[in-house]
């Protein structure tokens, strides 16, 4: 305990909730404590990463542990791998399930961007990632094709559930992405849709964000089951 509160002062990670899981010290705490899976550490070395930034590692061990979280941390601090990490640890491996994980970015391009991000890291293990094109919002029968994560826009993924009858209940992770933006772009009847179909009882939702203004705190706290708030910094800095 006394641990967690002097690496948390180190990185100024603020925390509130119940029982909050301890901060991982690197990546190698990941297989020591939660079993990681040898592609993903690989991955990350290859892509040059040595240690976990703040909010990776209080983030991930939060959502590893199943709990629901809301994430404020400073543009540029590592927050896809913080969400991406700990879904994919969960997810283990590939599976024809039907949509397993949905990440919901306010822009295109950061869809893309995520897109491309969560394929680095998923390497080497066979996993369906999707990015939710125009294309694919229009004609793809998901029902019919593995995905165990699909990337979109709110707009595009409300138009698929409803013209193409997208099943999002079987859904056991879901990401909001640069959530104040989400919101701010007038989005929130559509995260609202998204949210009543990914219908699953015991689905993990978490939200990031590079600020965390009052009200999206709120309209979190709405949606989440006793989750946990970080706050990397300040929390509108
Ligand atoms: P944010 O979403 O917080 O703005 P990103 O997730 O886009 O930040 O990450 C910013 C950059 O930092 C990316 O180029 C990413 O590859 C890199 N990065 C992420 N985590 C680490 C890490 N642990 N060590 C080094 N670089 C990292
Ligand atoms: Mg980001």
Redesign the pocket.
């Given at each position: 305990i006394e641990r967690d509160a002097l690496l948390r002062k180190k990185y100024n990670i603020h925390v509130s909730g119940n029982n909050v899981p301890s901060p991982v010290q690197n990546f190698a705490d990941l297989s020591s404590r939660y079993q990681c899976d040898s592609y993903l550490l690989h991955n990350?070395a290859e892509?040059?990463?040595?240690?976990?930034?703040p909010?990776?590692r209080q983030a991930i061990p939060i959502l590893l542990s199943g709990r629901e979280c809301f994430a404020c941390?400073?543009?540029?601090?590592?927050?896809?791998?913080?969400f991406v990490c700990p879904m994919l640890m969960k997810l283990k491996h590939s599976s024809t399930d039907g949509i397993r994980a949905v990440i919901l970015c306010p822009t295109r391009e950061l869809a893309a961007?995520t897109t491309r991000?969560c394929k680095k890291l998923a390497k080497g293990n066979k996993f369906y990632i999707k990015l939710m094109t125009k294309e694919l919002a229009r004609k793809a029968d998901f029902s019919k094709r593995p995905c165990d994560v699909l990337i979109s826009t709110p707009l595009r993924l409300c138009f698929a559930i409803r013209k193409r009858k997208l099943d999002l209940s079987r859904v056991e992770y879901l990401v909001l992405?640069e959530s104040d933006k989400l919101f701010e772009l007038g989005l929130v009847k559509q995260i609202d849709s998204v949210v009543k179909a990914c219908s699953n009882p015991s689905i993990i939702r978490s939200l990031?964000s590079?600020t965390l203004p009052d009200f999206v705190e709120e309209l979190a706290r709405t949606i989440m089951h006793d989750a946990v708030r970080v706050i990397i910094g300040r929390k509108n800095s």
């Open positions: 990350l892509l040059g990463f040595k240690e976990p930034t909010i990776q941390a400073p543009t540029g601090s590592g927050k896809t791998f913080a961007q991000e992405d990031f590079a």
